[in-house]
């Protein structure tokens, strides 16, 4: 088994990452075969939160990419043939070229790497993920206090 990864230079994906990965591939095969699907697809998925804050992306880091550079995650291509093409880094630090995260970030707010939220335009949306991580952080409590008494 062990074998196997060290021969494909990667490591296996562990089990709570499976999503992540498949998204991965989702985004490469959408990448290739034309953002138009994907945008199609998620029309009327309301799973996906909202597309990230436009000022947000308006301000990411940019820079352009170079031959040394490791390959953008969505599109794997090589770093060749450049034609000005540029990175741009998320809040996680994870970098994509920007003709491959753009569309994806007019869709959703969280980086297809590491699954990070950033921060949207849709107010709504911001206050129930406010409410969200004031109840994680009163179970959180319960659970400490739950703990310190029985643990
Ligand atoms: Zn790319
Ligand atoms: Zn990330």
Known sequence: MT??????????V???NTGTHQLMLMLRYLRQSGFDALLNMNMN??????????????????????????KCAICLLPNENLNGQKFLKLPCNHEFHDSCILPWLERTNSCPMCRQEMKTDDEDYEEQ??????????????EMLHNSMYG
């Open 3 to 12: 074998d196997y990864f060290d021969e494909l230079n990667c490591q296996p």
């Open 14 to 16: 562990e089990e709570e």
């Open 45 to 70: 998925d309301d799973r996906l939160p909202p597309a990230a804050s436009k000022e947000l992306v308006k301000n990411l880091e940019s820079r352009h990419v170079t031959e040394d550079d490791e």
């Open 129 to 142: 993920k406010k409410r969200k991580q004031r109840q994680q952080q009163r179970d959180e409590e319960v």
